[in-house]
């Protein structure tokens, strides 16, 4: 694809000050490109963040192919990085691939991400716990009421500066409520892709454990709805008998890029890790789990303080953040803000030119 091409703004928006949440606020620019079947990508453009116009007859609207992805821009001193962004864009071609979307071209989109973080470098919030999160994502927009897989699609990139997912108490342990009637995904279906629909699908259930208090829900397969698969936009960690144990992938688990970091990070740090299956029975009755937390971009490492399962609820390590969690959150972030040295070369510096 040619280069791409960039319509400027005149009048620049105010950048915030104060807190800023989490997904609220969307930067001066956006990143497009175009779909066509017989002409693959193109139409590669940086523009005012701005409303799109699709069809009311767009595909995505109807049948729900949308997928998704969440990474961040960090400072680290003078410097900016982006963190594994190319695992990003790789999990978006597997999400594409279940979908039937077509694939993108991840070093062409490695480019482009730097070009606009770039032009909108100004906008990562220096703060600790702050990022600019980044959203690629892929809508289907052929106009057409048919049942097909669309011959035209749109790829876009907004940027939104955030704070800490939970506001201020960085490391808020959370309450999580065990669902047992419904399930997020099953094997076979597209609960391993990071598709929009998985979220609508688990939003009844989010909005429940809500009303009874809870933060977050935990699902289980979608089989048995015995085994833990994962938190609502978060993978999961137990700490057991001082090991560090998480869900193994089977198909129906998204893999996170920060669980997979988590399982490297902490057996570089000396832990032992283990990837598993586990019962819901084990964590419920175990003395041995001394530790909970979830993992994901948004949310990065999140303390869980309390899981309620059924009619029973368990406390764990007395509803604060646990030594291990909190090591673990202390040094993955010392990494992604540049405090500490990247041993495993997961930051990819951004010439600022
Ligand atoms: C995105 C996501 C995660 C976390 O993945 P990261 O790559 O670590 O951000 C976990 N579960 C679900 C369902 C997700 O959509």
Request: proline residues 4%; negative net charge.
């Amino acid at each position: 694809m040619s280069a791409i091409k960039v319509i400027e703004r005149e009048v620049l928006k105010e950048k915030p000050q104060g807190p800023m949440g989490f997904g609220q606020l969307f930067t001066d620019y956006m990143f497009t490109m175009d779909y066509k079947e017989g002409k693959g990508w193109h139409h590669a453009l940086i523009k005012p963040y701005q409303n799109i116009e699709i069809s009311p007859a767009a595909q995505v609207l109807h049948y729900g192919q949308a997928v998704f992805e969440g990474m961040k821009a960090y400072r680290q001193g003078d410097d900016i990085i982006l963190f594994r962004p190319e695992e990003n864009f790789k999990r978006m071609n597997l999400s594409n691939a279940r979908l039937n979307i077509p694939e993108v071209d991840v070093a062409f989109l490695l480019d482009a991400l730097q070009q606009l973080v770039r032009l909108e470098q100004d906008w990562i919030p220096a703060g600790q716990g702050e990022s600019l999160y980044i959203r690629p994502f892929v809508i289907a927009t052929e106009p057409y009421l048919g049942v097909h897989a669309a011959t035209e699609y749109q790829f876009m990139i907004i940027l939104s500066p955030v704070g800490a997912y939970y506001g201020d108490d960085q490391l808020m342990a959370t309450r999580i409520y065990v669902e047992d009637e419904y399930v997020r995904a099953v094997r076979g279906g597209v609960g391993f892709a990071k598709v929009a629909g998985n979220y609508a699908a688990s939003l009844a259930a989010q909005t429940r454990a809500s009303e009874l208090g809870y933060h977050q829900v935990l699902w289980l397969d979608g089989v048995e709805q015995r085994y833990i698969e994962e938190v609502g936009s978060m993978n999961i960690f137990f700490v057991m008998d001082g090991k560090v144990v998480t869900p193994e992938l089977n198909g129906s688990i998204l893999p996170g890029i920060t669980r997979k970091s988590i399982l490297q990070l902490a057996a570089y740090l000396g832990y032992e890790v283990e990837e598993r299956r586990i019962a819901i029975e084990e964590v419920m009755n175990a003395e041995s789990v001394s530790e909970i937390f979830g993992t994901g971009t948004a949310a990065v490492i999140s303390p869980v303080g309390s899981i309620r399962y059924q009619d029973r609820e368990v406390v764990i390590n007395n509803g604060a953040t646990g030594p291990v969690t909190q090591h673990l959150y202390d040094e993955y972030t010392a990494i992604q803000e540049g405090r500490k040295a990247d041993p495993f070369n997961w930051c990819l510096k951004i010439n600022k030119r």
